[in-house]
């Protein structure tokens, strides 16, 4: 089953500063300030890209060819008087949503034969779980859906809008990369192998915070 997902908006709100970077690493002048600012947003694509998460709030959009499904006995707190399975075997629908946490749907459509979209309704026709999963209701039919990108869903992903609500051991993490790759490129660590690779000690950090199966 194909899932394809891309990125509609991206935050690209400053995480570390160039100040803050440059007290990190005991920088005084202001020599290196285009230098700390490409390795800062180095920093953060290679963070973003280990723990397959975004840090601050992005759009996207997923597309997913069918439902997944799974045993009832595998959700908690279903509202049971909208999402009943007729077919016990088959189980409830629903799609989980990569690159978690999920701070919010903004649209779920289903898309026919024809192209045509019906945007469903949250707390009727579906609603988010808290393992990441939109869980659909048994009454949103699937007969006429199209092989191919029936499920549109939009939503926003991260651990929220500005720096303040990244993890502080996050933040620790990036700034370590920073002063690593400095360091290499600034000559101050002679024969480091790869100086824009992830430090051992940066990888335990980010380590706890690694999403697998994305």
């Known amino acids: 089953?194909?899932?394809?997902?891309?990125?509609?908006?991206?935050?690209?709100?400053?995480?570390?500063?160039?100040?803050?970077?440059?007290?990190?690493?005991?920088?005084?002048?202001?020599?290196?300030?285009?230098?700390i600012t490409d390795l800062i947003n180095s920093a953060r694509a290679?963070?973003?890209?280990?723990?397959?998460?975004?840090?601050?709030?992005?759009?996207?959009?997923?597309?997913?060819?069918?439902?997944?499904?799974?045993?009832v006995s595998s959700f908690n707190n279903l509202p049971t008087n909208l999402f009943y399975p007729s077919n016990e075997k088959q189980g409830v629908k629903y799609v989980q949503l990569p690159y978690l946490p999920v701070i919010s749907i903004g649209s779920v459509k289903i898309v026919d034969d024809e192209g045509t979209e019906t945007t469903l309704t949250s707390g009727t026709d579906y609603f988010l779980d808290n393992s990441?999963?939109?869980?659909?209701?048994?009454s949103v039919s699937v007969s006429n859906m199209r092989d191919l990108a029936g499920i549109i869903i939009n939503y926003t992903v991260g651990y929220g809008t500005t720096a303040s609500d990244i993890p502080a051991d996050l933040k620790l993490g990036l700034k370590m990369h920073i002063q690593n790759m400095h360091r290499g490129i600034s000559g101050t660590i002679?024969?480091?192998?790869?100086?824009?690779?992830?430090?051992?000690g940066v990888k335990s950090i980010y380590h706890q915070h690694r999403l697998n199966n994305i």
Do not use: H, W
């Open 1 to 35: 089953m194909r899932k394809t997902v891309k990125v509609t908006t991206k935050n690209n709100t400053e995480i570390i500063s160039v100040a803050d970077a440059k007290i990190f690493c005991k920088i005084q002048s202001n020599t290196d300030d285009t230098v």
């Open 46 to 71: 290679s963070c973003e890209m280990y723990i397959n998460r975004f840090l601050l709030s992005t759009v996207l959009q997923l597309q997913q060819d069918d439902f997944e499904y799974s045993p």
């Open 132 to 138: 990441g999963r939109v869980v659909f209701s048994d």
């Open 190 to 200: 002679k024969n480091l192998s790869n100086p824009m690779g992830l430090p051992d």
